[in-house]
């Protein structure tokens, strides 16, 4: 596994997965918006959602990704209820048959941030997601992937965040290992296809083929997998204006957790990267 190159994502379709973290949503308090959606089991994600399609003519055709920030959302003055979530995203190139998706094929992947809006009443997963540019985030620094199945490299990683406020780090989202994810490996890809050729209009859930069309048949979509559970501070604070967000996808075989929370510390002292991971930094302005 090596460092992979940023990518260019202007004509790259944007989905995340919703409720593939156990608990997830009943801490943001999302879980009546799926009351309708039914699911295989119990455990299966809800569906995808979009945050950015390229060409689209409204508010998803807005660009929102950025390495560095997160503008509040100025239209609800101090009143946003917003949070990040803690994810790996992983970019796939995608091979198409008669117009539908037949393989996705894992190229690279990195540290994200869902960030979102809690807005009681949307009508859309998406109507939280994107507000405008820099309202996401991603990492620069992906890693190559070579493969997605059971045993893989990707296996070995965890995700951890960390907020400042005032000084002070707090655990945002608990640290947690990607194998954790209710659906992933081969199970999530093929979920992940077959939603993407059959997920209607309904409820919170939007028309992905629609969408598809519309980015003129992509030949890459990133996928962000789903957020961490929060840790009781998380759960219960809410991002303002000055905060600073600190978000990794890190080597657990050449990390441990209290080198990832001192690197969070330290981080405005220009010291060595954790090896082999990915990192977001960014601030709330």
């Keep these: 596994m090596s460092n992979a190159s940023f990518p260019n994502l202007e004509k790259v379709l944007c989905l995340g997965v919703a409720g593939n973290f156990a608990g997830h949503l009943e801490q943001a308090g999302e879980t009546p918006d799926f009351v309708h959606v039914k699911t295989l089991n119990a455990t299966a994600p809800k569906g995808l959602f979009p945050y950015y399609i390229p060409n689209h003519s409204g508010f998803l055709g807005q660009n929102p990704l950025s390495s ?74 992906f890693i190559a992937l070579d493969q997605f199945d059971e045993g893989g490299e990707l296996d070995a990683f965890n995700i951890a965040s960390f907020l400042k406020r005032d000084g002070k780090i707090h655990a945002y989202g608990k640290d947690s290992s990607v194998c954790t994810y209710s659906y992933f490996h081969q199970q999530l890809t093929d979920w992940m296809i ?34 961490t559970t929060y840790t009781k ?53």
């Design 68 to 141: 560095t920030h997160i503008k509040y959302p100025e239209y609800l003055a101090d009143n946003a209820h917003l949070q990040a979530e803690p994810e790996v995203c992983v970019l796939f190139n995608v091979s198409y048959r008669n117009n539908l998706i037949t393989t996705l094929t894992p190229e690279k992947f990195a540290a994200f941030n869902d960030c979102s809006i809690r807005k009681p009443g949307a009508k859309k997963i998406s109507e939280k997601k994107n507000w405008g540019a820099e309202t996401k985030g991603i990492s620069e620094q």
């Design 233 to 285: 501070f998380g759960e219960t604070v809410f991002l303002q204006a000055g905060d600073e967000l600190f978000f990794y996808v890190y080597d657990s075989t050449q990390n441990s957790a209290e080198s990832i929370l001192e690197h969070a510390v330290q981080a405005n002292k220009n010291i060595p990267p954790p090896i082999n991971s990915s990192v977001l930094h960014q601030k709330i302005i």
């Design 194 to 227: 077959d939603k993407l050729n059959t997920q209607e209009d309904f409820g919170p859930l939007e028309d992905l083929r629609a969408h598809i069309k519309t980015a003129n048949y992509p030949q890459q979509i990133l996928i962000s997998l789903g957020a």
